[in-house]
């Protein structure tokens, strides 16, 4: 799989076959993304890798607190901002409308759309997940360099012909994920990704992209 083909196929897949990934596979992904950019070679990311019965522990905490209730963790970062302007409104209402349109979900059924959101603490069936950890006391140009990783290992998963959702619903229980995982009170969770093989029934529609005019401009003298 060439670049070009990676970029364009790497989508957020809600619906993971139950098929193991091989830790070795995993081992050479992370490996290779290691080699992401950063400031001054940072490297500010810490990942933590589940599977087995630690996953199924994860995901069986998480479904009780679902069950019960229990309101979210206070947040550790903005996810976005409270007034979201154009055109960056408009994108994120075309998203809810499409994901939520495709399973037949009306826009006022606020129960239904809860259902189908508890599905990012079930990983979406995946049988591994990584869980993205930033150290609390670095910045904004480091949580760029974080992204450039994550990007890196979801291309190079698509390499082995896996996919991946990354999640910021999980920061929603990250008092959750840190009773598995026990991670340094100095690391801040940013999001988890599931990582497995497609479900061969699963959608695979995408969500479009704006214009490249709207987005990029040439300064060329033309």
Same mark, same amino acid.
């Given at each position: ?8 196929s790497?989508?957020s897949?809600r619906?993971?076959?139950? +098929?193991p990934v091989?830790?070795e ?10 080699w992401?950019p ?5 490297q500010p ?5 589940l ?12 479904g009780?607190?679902?069950?019960a ?5 206070e947040?550790e970062?903005?996810q976005?901002?409270?007034?979201l302007?154009?055109?960056y ?5 075309a ?5 939520y349109?495709?399973?037949?979900i009306?826009r ?7 259902r189908?959101a ?5 990983c ?21 360099d ?6 890196s290992v979801m ?10 959702c990354?999640?910021m ?9 840190a ?9 801040m969770?940013f ?14 529609a +995408?969500?479009?992209?704006a214009a490249l005019e709207?987005t990029?401009?040439?300064v060329?003298?033309l």
């Amino acid at each position: 799989m060439d670049v070009y083909e990676a970029v364009k196929s790497r989508r957020s897949v809600r619906r993971f076959s139950d +098929r193991p990934v091989p830790r070795e596979v995993l081992e050479r992904v992370l490996s290779a993304a290691a080699w992401a950019p950063s400031g001054s070679n940072l490297q500010p990311w810490r990942a933590f890798v589940l599977s087995d019965g630690p996953l199924a522990t994860l995901k069986k905490r998480a479904g009780a607190r679902l069950a019960a209730g229990d309101p979210f963790d206070e947040p550790e970062y903005e996810q976005y901002p409270q007034r979201l302007k154009s055109p960056y409104h408009e994108r994120r209402a075309a998203f809810g409308a499409q994901r939520y349109g495709a399973l037949g979900i009306a826009r006022e059924d606020t129960e239904a759309r809860q259902r189908a959101a508890s599905g990012n603490w079930e990983c979406f069936g995946a049988p591994a997940a990584l869980f993205c950890y930033i150290d609390r006391d670095l910045g904004r140009p480091q949580w760029s360099d974080v992204g450039m990783f994550l990007q890196s290992v979801m291309l190079l998963l698509r390499q082995e012909g896996l996919h991946s959702c990354t999640q910021m619903a999980w920061a929603k229980f990250h008092r959750t994920v840190a009773e598995t995982l026990a991670p340094p009170r100095d690391l801040m969770l940013f999001c988890g990704m599931s990582i497995g093989y497609e479900e061969p029934a699963a959608n695979p529609a +995408r969500t479009g992209r704006a214009a490249l005019e709207e987005t990029v401009t040439f300064v060329d003298g033309l």
